[in-house]
């Protein structure tokens, strides 16, 4: 029967036992590691990749995107990456697959003789070792499915409050489109936080990027409605701007 159709539940055990007789254990080394097999296997299959929900709040945070526009189209970059590793990984599983076909046939065409036996040992281990990378990348491809699913879920909330507002689908899609907005927002933040840095160069650059969000507001006529979109806080950096 192909190794790829056997159990998995004794992979990491597997991969225990392929090198237990390898010089570069120790032997109380090989007893640790088969004593623990069992905790080792879960520890593979359950250690978090990428981000948990939390974490991909966190990413779209105010501060750095002030405005559902910004947070909707970084969810999107984000979704974006992980969907394209996906496919990826989807390739790279099934040509790890075929590999060990060929390897499984190496094995049906070796002959009775010694190095036929160490070419044997060699391809096994080869496989055991496949085995074990096909098994982490379906883990990898359960996380990454999370990732994808999680920003699906953000978006989606992202999606309503935009369409409660008003925003055409056009706006929404165009990063375009908000992008003026999330940059006058993002650079009052950052203006705000000027007091914690004493760096000359990084406190001009602040300074300069709300000096220039500010006149192409005032320039272009939405500096009356980007007000009213401000907190007091903010009101008292434009202010400053201003005088």
């Known amino acids: 029967m192909s190794i790829i159709k056997s159990k998995e539940n004794n992979l990491v055990s ?9 010089q570069v ?16 296997k879960q520890v593979v299959e359950s250690t978090h990749m990428w981000r948990t929900e939390e974490q991909k709040n966190q990413i ?15 969810a999107i970059l984000e979704q974006k ?12 599983f099934e040509l790890k697959k075929l590999e060990i076909e060929e390897l499984e046939c190496d094995l049906e065409e070796l002959d009775d003789s010694k190095r036929s036996e160490i070419q044997s040992k060699k391809i096994q281990i080869e496989i055991q070792f496949k085995q074990y990378e ?11 499915m999370k990732e994808i699913k999680g920003w699906q879920s953000i978006q989606e909330e992202l999606l309503k409050k935009m369409r409660d507002q008003g ?5 929404i899609w165009s990063k375009d489109e908000g992008e003026f907005t999330s ?3 993002s650079a009052i933040n950052n203006l705000a936080s000027l007091h914690t840095t004493t760096d000359s160069a990084e406190r001009g650059n602040l300074i300069a990027l709300a000096t220039y969000v500010y006149k192409k507001a005032k320039e272009s006529g939405k500096l009356d409605q980007l007000k009213t979109m401000c907190s007091n806080d903010q009101l008292s950096i434009l202010s400053q701007l201003e005088s």
């Not at 597997?14 to 390898?22: A, C, T």
């Not at 990456?81 to 790279?92: E, G, I, P, R, S």
């Not at 096909?134 to 990454?144: C, G, H, P, V």
Request: no cysteine; glycine share 0%; aromatic share 12%.
């Open 14 to 22: 597997n991969i225990i036992d392929s090198v237990k007789h390898l």
């Open 25 to 40: 254990l120790k032997p109380e080394d090989t007893k640790f590691l088969q004593e623990h097999s069992k905790h080792l």
């Open 60 to 74: 779209i945070n105010d501060f750095h995107f002030p405005t559902l526009h910004a947070k909707f189209h970084q």
């Open 81 to 92: 990456v992980q969907f394209d590793q996906t496919m990826y990984l989807a390739k790279d």
């Open 134 to 144: 096909l098994k982490q990348m379906e883990i990898a491809m359960n996380y990454r």
């Open 167 to 171: 925003l055409n689908e056009s706006t």
């Open 183 to 185: 940059m006058f927002f």
